[in-house]
């Protein structure tokens, strides 16, 4: 027989107590866990996810058409999860400083989110976006946007790690996230979403894990420079990889992580460009490899994930049980000399 879960959400309950006081019937307490639980009983045994990696041009509304066009086609094959890449509707522009960029800045919600609402919606998939934000005039955040499958925005992560480094500038534009390490409530399930420079910090993983995560999600925008050697091209990846899988160990999570892939030039010339260097990939909660995207192609792909899987791994190993929170303190402080 197979099992199911209700989705941490609230709404239904809200429903119940509004169809109670519209009919001025009584409902239980039982009434209301049956009604919630008829409206949102979902399979969680697998989870099928699907990814964009895409190579994006210049033409902002081309790359959002492509990618309306896979997400489609991934939701008709079955995927109830799609995931996009960080900052998937344009170029990596944070390779120069460019007060210019900032027009591409989006309100969310806003006309751009309200395109990928729809066909949320007309696909029944809880998608997790990736956009320039513009809270305010000259306040910008990168902020994932998950819209859930009714098309209403389940919830927001702004980017809290902004890197400041030679061709990913990212400071120059975003402000860095105040909404802390929260996770977003879907009908699907509570989903841990962190953004790209996120992935390299084992505290924002084990956050969103204590606050009920069933899943770590990463849009990323990663490459090699072009005067990178060979051997530190190899380095940088699979250091990327292998941190990502460390969190999925560390927390008994599965890890889904999507990357753009393919050169994009440095319009400043300053720089040989970056190389997007792709390799999206699914891990399950022992850091096991369930799907690997190719270096140097564009890929979309449907990965099946045990959902179940994770309160097994943890039995096994009961890292969260053996934590001795009170030795920690000190992880709050910068340095310790």
């Known amino acids: 027989m197979a099992r199911y879960t209700v989705p941490p959400c609230t709404y239904q309950v809200v429903a119940c107590k509004a169809i109670a006081r519209l009919d001025k019937v ?20 697998n989870m099928k996810i699907g990814i964009i990696q895409q190579h ?56 751009e989110v309200q395109q990928y609402a729809t066909v949320a919606k007309q ?17 910008y955040h990168n902020t994932a946007v998950v819209l859930d499958t009714d098309g209403s925005i389940a919830g927001t992560y702004r980017k809290m790690h902004i890197p400041d480094d030679p061709a990913y500038y990212e400071k120059f534009y975003f402000t860095p996230g105040d909404q ?80 753009r892939v393919g050169y994009e030039p440095d319009p400043s010339g300053l720089t040989g460009g970056i190389t997007f260097w792709g390799n999206s990939f699914v891990v399950g909660p022992q850091g096991e490899w369930l799907y690997q995207a190719p270096r140097d192609a564009e890929d979309q792909h449907i990965v099946e994930v045990d959902m179940q899987r994770s309160e097994q791994v943890r039995r096994w190993w009961p890292f969260l049980r053996d934590r001795r929170i009170d030795c920690y303190g000190d992880l709050t402080k910068r340095y310790l000399k």
């Open 180 to 259: 802390g390490f929260v996770p977003i409530d879907t009908s699907l399930g509570r989903l841990g979403v962190l953004v790209c420079w996120d992935q390299w910090y084992p505290e924002a993983a084990r956050l969103m894990a204590l606050a009920g995560a069933q899943i770590l999600i990463y849009p990323t925008a990663i490459g090699w420079e072009s005067s990178d050697s060979p051997d530190e091209q190899q380095r940088q990846c699979e250091a990327w990889t292998t941190v990502q899988r460390g969190h999925a160990i560390a927390n008994g999570l599965p890890v889904v992580a999507v990357n």
């Open 56 to 111: 994006n041009t210049a033409q902002v509304a081309s790359n959002r058409a492509l990618l309306i066009k896979r997400i489609t086609a991934l939701a008709s094959q079955g995927a109830q999860l799609v995931v996009l890449q960080e900052l998937h509707d344009s170029l990596y522009f944070c390779q120069t400083e460019d007060v210019d960029h900032c027009d591409l800045a989006v309100p969310i919600p806003g006309n």
């Open 26 to 45: 009584r409902i239980h307490t039982l009434d209301c866990i049956l009604f919630y639980y008829k409206t949102t009983i979902v399979n969680y045994e």
């Open 123 to 139: 696909c029944g998939i809880v998608l997790v976006t990736s956009m320039f934000e513009r809270r305010a005039p000259g306040l």
